[in-house]
């Protein structure tokens, strides 16, 4: 199945690419406030008792969002930096993602907020994560949630990463309409793939409100190295963007002499 995750230029260049994995979200970081509340909760007493699942929830998992719907000029506008970042074409397993349900208003469930077995029922925890209010339709999105998972013996991690796997593989690299970075440029930072990954551009329709390819400039495809690890590449990778760093401070640290 194949779903779309927009972000910055600079996220793409600095951090997705040479690392090879996207950054998890968790439920009180994002731009809704009512992530995990879409049920009606029962008064005070229901509010407390659900202030503890939900913040069990919180800190032990997270998940990454999707479209699956490129084409929204919307999108782009408010998750790609105005049309000057890119979107990802991500392939994932079918079974892993959940599909948003927008209602009207919150919907009522039948549990019990003080049984605290519910911080276990994957069911539950699935209904409030795919409930959102119905103005965020627009968005047609799609979730996979991944457990946090960390050594206890250290300080909690600020932040959580899925790298790339067979199962959660980018395949697609769409340049916004307003990006100013070369089809070319993206090609030589595509390393440590397993599979190949198609390079292209967008531009909006003559004749819709819609974001489409721009065909004048052909697709790019980069093939992966068959001959090499997937760790070994990765490596690579990081020792590319470790030089491409150095050179960058080089080149500040001459300006400012």
């Keep these: 199945m194949r779903l779309y995750y927009m972000t910055k230029l600079d996220t793409l260049e600095k951090y997705i690419l040479p690392e090879q994995e996207i950054r998890i979200s968790t439920f009180d970081k994002v731009n809704d406030p009512f992530e995990l509340l879409g049920a009606i909760q029962g008064g005070k007493i229901g509010h407390r008792d659900f202030a503890w699942l939900r913040d069990h929830w919180t800190k032990t998992v997270g998940f990454i969002s999707f479209s699956d719907n490129w084409k929204s000029p919307l999108m782009w506008a408010h998750y790609a930096s105005n049309h000057t970042g890119v979107c990802l074409g991500i392939e994932v397993a079918d079974k892993k993602p959940l599909k948003m349900e927008y209602q009207p208003s919150r919907v009522a469930l039948q549990f019990d907020f003080k049984n605290f077995e519910n911080a276990a029922d994957a069911a539950l925890m699935e209904k409030l994560v795919v409930t959102k209010f119905q103005e965020w339709e627009y968005e047609h999105e ?19 990463y899925e790298q790339f796997t067979p199962e959660f593989e980018l395949r697609e ?5 307003r990006c100013e970075q070369s089809l070319e440029e993206i090609q030589k930072q595509i390393f440590g793939v397993t599979a190949s990954v198609q390079v292209k551009r967008a531009r909006p329709a003559f004749g819709s409100f819609s974001m489409v390819q721009q065909k004048l400039q052909y697709p790019i495809t980069v093939i992966p190295h068959s001959n090499f690890t997937r760790a070994e ?25």
């Excluded at 690299?173 to 309409?177: E, H, N, S």
């Excluded at 590449?233 to 002499?257: F, I, M, P, S, V």
């Design 173 to 177: 690299i769409i340049l916004g309409a």
């Design 233 to 257: 590449l990765r490596l690579a990778a990081a020792e590319r963007y470790a030089r491409a760093r150095q050179a960058d401070r080089e080149r500040t640290g001459k300006k400012n002499r």
């Design 142 to 160: 799609w979730r996979i949630l991944f457990p946090l998972q960390y050594d206890p013996k250290h300080p909690r991690p600020e932040y959580f």
